[in-house]
């Protein structure tokens, strides 16, 4: 009977997956053309009044989300997975029902207004938010919940881009930090599902554009680690310029509601310095269809990409646009826009990868290695995922995705090679991802795929009672009956005069036989001498497993140089407190601590 049960909530479980699946697709459509809608009326400025019109339509754009992301939904600011990170982790899975539908508005009125970031940020934590709301009207457990906001990112992220295994592999490496048993299947499924309704409306072709690379010999594979190692350098470059950039911007002094506008207005002037640049630095522009013609800088950057991988983009273009979509990236987000970072990284990525193909190409002497280099843009198209890797720390969803969304397979070892140096490298100098490290500056620190005993964070100096109530060692019972009216103690430390700990009195101890002359028994003689003595630093887990094994209630904290001398006291009422602590510490921490299932209660008639 309980097999059966569990069969058919895991059946509900991959049905509603599959659910989440389809409005995913059917949302990563509508916010493509949202956003093309809102662009079309906004490019129309700029074809007005002039290239000066680049610069006036992102800080209108900024007015605009201002008044939805800090007036209505303040989770759609910036790029939306660190938040998903945050319900997963610390709330459950639980996302507001608002969020989705806002983030939706905002993210399209950012892109649409030539604000310079992704589409699948918004796209990941709108499906995340789909995922959430279908769980709570089904009144789903908390980890069928997590299960499905991870489906919800995954299927959002593997629309965008048509990639199925890489958007589950997103959410199963960014979100979850590891495979997660039988919830596994759900976020495979949703994605899939996904990708199917995305290319049913909008066809099934990949995401970039680019020839099919092959290297021209193995002597090429050192460039790629090479490249690996630059673009592990270069991904901690871009996130810590990411949020310096986002510091400088906070620190200005202007209502908070003009703070977007002004990122919009240093994007715009950005991008009227890059429409100056684009011939002497050899940008040949040829519009993507579906795609507006915004500057290189603006927008998720499409276009320009797809030109670099077709070798239409100069090295001197290449590595001035990609220093210049750090910083309009940087100002778009940092200021309070709302898209995602992925586009931009992978933007970077084309960009430092596709100068660094041109100059192995052109410094590399063709006597010594003729024909080593014949395809200097497939450095484009690895560096896209290298400089992921080491940005996102998601090295798996990287080398799948990149082969997903180019329709490329053949690449595999200069990925794997590439991809594997700039995640150590970065990993190296910088613990965090670009997701966690915003949560990190906000004091809360993810810790994936780790489940932490709760206890052994806390340290009896933290929990002790550092003054208890303690016990002369001539006392009578009666006066000690006296203390227990009083304090409703039942364990006692007994003390000298110099607080040196003499023995540990319980109330069970006052209840003997009285003595043969009549007189009352003194706490010496009840004692017990023999008691647990527990250093300070010592963790509360290793405190309770010797009170386990000793069979006793309490423990006396000594002093460590003078073992005879009390600093505190413990029983076993204060373990609980420790617990309550540690789990309360560990949350803000987002440490993610193993759920505890409910007690099965019994109704008494």
């Known amino acids: 009977m309980i097999e059966r049960d569990t069969m058919k909530r895991q059946i509900l479980l991959y049905s509603v997956g599959a659910l989440v699946g389809v409005v995913s697709g059917l949302t990563a459509v509508v916010l493509r053309y949202l956003i093309l809608i809102i662009g079309s009326v906004f490019v129309v400025i700029p074809q007005i009044i002039g290239p000066w019109g680049w610069v006036l339509i992102p800080a209108l754009g900024g007015c605009f989300v201002s008044l939805i992301v800090l007036k209505y939904a303040p989770e759609a600011k910036g790029h939306g997975v660190p938040e ?54 089904l009144k789903f457990n908390k980890r069928e919940t997590k299960t499905l906001v991870v489906a919800g ?49 909008l066809g099934a072709a990949p995401s970039f554009i680019a020839p099919a690379f092959e290297m021209g010999s193995l002597l090429e594979l050192p460039l790629f680690l090479i490249l690996g190692i630059i673009l592990g350098i270069a991904s901690v470059v871009w996130m810590r310029g990411f949020y310096f950039i986002e510091d400088l911007l906070e620190k200005i002094r202007v209502w908070r509601y003009a703070l977007p506008a002004i990122g919009g207005l240093l994007t715009g002037f950005v991008a009227l310095i890059v429409i100056f640049l684009n011939g002497p630095l050899g940008y040949d522009i040829i519009a993507d269809p579906g795609e507006l013609d915004y500057p290189a800088v603006m927008g ?59 100059i192995f190409e052109a410094f590399l002497p063709a006597g010594i290695f003729p024909g080593i280099v014949p395809e200097p843009m497939i450095f484009a198209l690895v560096g896209m995922a290298a400089l992921f890797a080491g940005t996102a720390r998601a090295p ?108 540990i009195l319980i109330a069970e101890d006052l209840f003997h036989e009285p003595a043969e002359d009549g007189r009352e028994y003194t706490v010496q003689e009840l004692m017990n001498p023999n008691f647990l003595h527990l250093a300070p630093q010592c963790s509360m887990d290793s405190a309770l497993k010797e009170m386990i094994k000793r069979d006793e209630g309490h423990a006396v904290i000594a002093d460590p140089k003078n073992p005879r001398k009390m600093i505190g006291y413990i029983t076993k009422a204060d373990v609980l407190k420790a617990y309550e602590l540690s789990i309360l510490r560990l949350q803000k921490e987002g440490i993610d601590v193993e759920d505890i299932e409910p007690a099965d209660m019994i109704d008494v008639p």
């Open 396 to 503: 798996i969803t990287c080398i799948v995705m990149i082969m997903e969304m180019t329709s490329d397979y053949f690449i595999i070892l200069p990925l794997m090679i590439a991809v594997s140096a700039s995640y150590l490298v970065s990993s190296l100098i910088e613990r965090e991802s670009i997701y966690t490290m915003k949560l990190v500056r906000r004091g809360i620190r993810i810790r994936q795929g780790s489940h932490i005993g709760a206890l052994h964070t806390i340290e009896v100096s933290q929990i002790m009672t550092k003054q208890p109530t303690t016990l002369s060692p001539l006392m009578k019972t009666s006066e000690v009956f006296d203390i227990i009216d009083k304090t409703h103690h039942t364990k006692f430390p007994v003390v000298d005069d110099f607080n040196n700990v003499l023995g």
């Open 153 to 201: 990112l995954s299927s959002g992220i593997a629309a965008t881009f048509n990639a199925p295994l890489g958007g589950a592999l997103f959410g199963i490496e960014v979100i979850a930090g590891g495979i997660i048993g039988f919830a596994l299947l759900p976020v495979i499924l949703a994605s899939v599902v996904a990708v199917a309704v995305s290319q049913a409306i």
């Open 300 to 358: 998720v950057g499409y276009t320009f990409m797809n030109a670099a991988l077709a070798a239409r983009v100069g090295l001197a273009a290449l590595f001035t646009f990609g220093v210049f979509k750090i910083i309009t990236t940087a100002f778009t987000l940092g200021s309070g826009g709302s898209g995602g970072v992925f586009a931009p990284t992978l933007f970077i990525g084309v960009a430092f990868g596709g100068a660094m193909g041109w």
């Open 84 to 137: 998903v990170m945050v319900s997963y982790a610390l709330r459950g899975g639980q996302i507001r029902m608002r969020v989705p539908l806002l983030k939706s508005i905002a993210s399209a009125i950012t892109i649409g207004s030539g604000g310079s970031c992704g589409r699948e940020g918004p796209i990941a934590q709108i499906g995340a938010g789909i995922g959430s709301t279908l769980s709570s009207l």
